[in-house]
């Protein structure tokens, strides 16, 4: 058992999870709730990673982020190293590419919330900061436990940006994931037997989560 | 807005946590190695741990992934190639420290698994006999567009007269390793690989190889290279690298050895 690699794929989800908690509430939010032009576009945009394959996604983002690119050259002047193959990048990539699984429940979370309500809350004088902490958000709460079991997961499960942004650097960017198909290579089936069963648990985990939230949220509606 | 300054405050405490600990591992130098060398790099890793010369951290691949992303800055010290050419670009352009040292000669094998049509015949002459009759569905070689060990397969499987016959049979493995898991697992009847991949404990109980002779590719000349961002402890690998202890290792896992012929 790889257990710097387990580690490294925990703390890359949970720290994508931590970022995308504020973008997710808030972009799904103004999703559920806002009309503008474009907005189609927008949805469209942020779903892309669900259907484009991870190679294309991990193509554009080493050239988004290498040592050629503008943002990889201004990185490396701040932080003195290189953005692609080390573990920041990662958790950049991550983020990106973990936005359809964080964006899409938390909308549908907020969707869910009668209209009336809204309106009953701010009739009673509430402002809109107060109506969104005390009356939208417990409401949404269960999408957005969803959209964030649901992003963890995704992450610990992501192989082929990881490899593409990443490489398999030790203790840097070899997530679980990657890792089991190092241990493949090496012949070793127990080890990337282990491994693939751990990563099994914690993905049937999840799923069994998220979709007991999702039930919480029906319930409401109906 | 209150709200949202703690997920920031837990995010810049958590990625400089994640600062610290890899500035903790700093010191341990991170080695890229074609995927030919894993088992005897693992060997001599512990050998060198246990002559007191710290811990390693390896990266194991192909040898021409493993140089693009050397050049799009990939955080690599240093760099065992299977091949010269990887090695010697890198250094002419900059990524090296100079051109480094040769520090094994490959071999190739006829790798079948247990069970396989295909006889271990390293002239081949049961390969082409297989190819005529169709023992053989699929045959794992690794890509020879960035592998040298698939280079040296393609060379021999050409010299053999074999190369048009068995191309639309190829698998290829995104590394020699991959080529010899595809081999090895019996989803492939045969295929070309690192001799020091054949002779790896685990493979050896399921697999049966035969050495191909030397003369039907190009010398695998392997070289290694301390780059750009090299610490003292990488340069302390690379000399152990070169020294007789490693070189028993490399030798003792088929590798022939610079400086002393055959």
Known sequence: MDWTA?????????????????????????????????????????ALP?????????????????????????????????????????????????????????????????????????????TPWRAFARVELPLAWPGVLTAMVLSFA??????????????????????????IYDRVQAFDDAAAGRMSAALLAVSLAAIALSYAFSRRIGRRLG | MGRGVKPGCGLAAALLAAGLWSAAHAAEPLVAAASDV??????????????????????????????RQIRQGAPFELFLSADEDYALALARDGFARGPGALYAQGRIALLVPLGSPLKPDGT??????????????????????HAPY??????????????????????????????AQFAASGNAEGGIVAYSLALAPRLKERTGHALIPEDRHAPLRQRMVLLRNAGPAAERFFAYLQSPPARAIFRRHGFALPGEGG
């Not at chain 1, 549908?108 to 309106?119: K, M, Q, S, T, Y």
Request: proline share 5%; charged share 15%.
């Open chain 1, 6 to 46: 387990l580690r490294l794929s925990i703390e890359l989800g949970a720290l994508t999870v931590l970022f995308l908690l504020p973008v997710g509430i808030l972009a799904g939010r103004a999703l559920a709730y806002r009309d503008f032009p474009g907005k189609g576009l927008v949805e469209a945009l942020i």
């Open chain 1, 50 to 126: 669900l259907v484009l394959p991870p190679t294309v996604l991990g193509f554009y983002l080493l050239v988004a982020l290498g040592a050629a690119s503008p943002l990889g050259q201004a990185w490396q002047a701040a932080v003195g190293r290189p953005l692609v193959f080390s573990f920041e990048g990662l958790v950049l990539a991550s983020v990106l590419f973990n936005l359809p699984f964080a964006i899409q429940p938390m909308q549908r979370g907020f969707e869910a919330i009668p209209a009336e309500l809204r309106a009953a809350a701010a009739c009673c004088g509430m």
């Open chain 1, 154 to 179: 995704h992450t610990m499960g992501e192989f082929g940006i990881v490899l593409m942004v990443g490489g398999s650097v030790p203790g840097e960017t070899r997530t679980a994931a990657i890792a």
């Open chain 2, 38 to 67: 894993q088992f005897a790099l693992e060997e001599i890793a512990d050998a060198y741990a246990k002559a007191g010369g710290g811990a390693v951290r390896l990266a194991l691949g192909s040898s021409g992934n493993f140089a």
């Open chain 2, 124 to 145: 081949l002459a049961d390969l082409k006999a297989a190819l005529r009759d169709g023992r053989v569905r699929k045959f794992a070689i690794a890509d020879p567009e």
């Open chain 2, 150 to 179: 698939g280079r040296a397969a393609e060379q021999a499987l050409r010299r053999a007269g074999l190369w048009e016959q068995i191309r639309p049979l190829l698998v290829l493995g995104e590394n020699v390793s991959q080529a």
